[in-house]
Nanobody, 126 residues
Framework: QVQLVESGGGLVQAGASLRLSCAAS????????MGWFRQAPGKEPEFVSA????????AYAESVVGRFTISRDNAKNTVYLQMNRLKPEETAVYYC???????????????????WGQGTQVTVSS
């Protein structure tokens, strides 16, 4: 059974940092591209970042470029999202997603992913 479990969320002040983790189980992690999305209250989910199965390709939403970094540790079946200089408008539930793939792409569309975690809450106070 495929399972994605996010952790690392919490309440921080504006300008602070958080590192989210997403631990995957139930499938071979290597041939899997990963992504992070977020959904703020009353808003549609939006793409945050993605990483290819090898880690060689990454993608970011324009709003997080230079502040967020995605990475993965295939030995630990885990993907990370380092978030620096957080802003109050980035308060949301953050979800990780997985896509089985044989290519080297980093995917930014929700429909590209077949597996989703339950999410972790990130709250940024002003």
């Amino acid at each position: 059974q495929v399972q994605l479990v996010e952790s690392g969320g919490g309440l921080v002040q504006a300008g602070a940092s958080l590192r989210l983790s997403c631990a995957a189980s139930g499938f071979t992690f290597g041939p899997v591209a990963m992504g992070w999305f977020r959904q703020a209250p009353g808003k549609e989910p939006e793409f945050v970042s993605a990483i290819s199965r090898s880690g060689g390709s990454t993608a970011y939403a324009e709003s997080v470029v230079g502040r967020f970094t995605i990475s993965r540790d295939n030995a630990k079946n885990t993907v990370y999202l380092q978030m620096n200089r957080l802003k109050p408008e980035e308060t949301a539930v953050y979800y990780c997603a997985a896509r089985r793939t044989s290519d080297s792409g980093a995917y930014s569309l929700r429909r590209d992913y077949g597996y989703w975690g339950q999410g972790t809450q990130v709250t940024v106070s002003s």
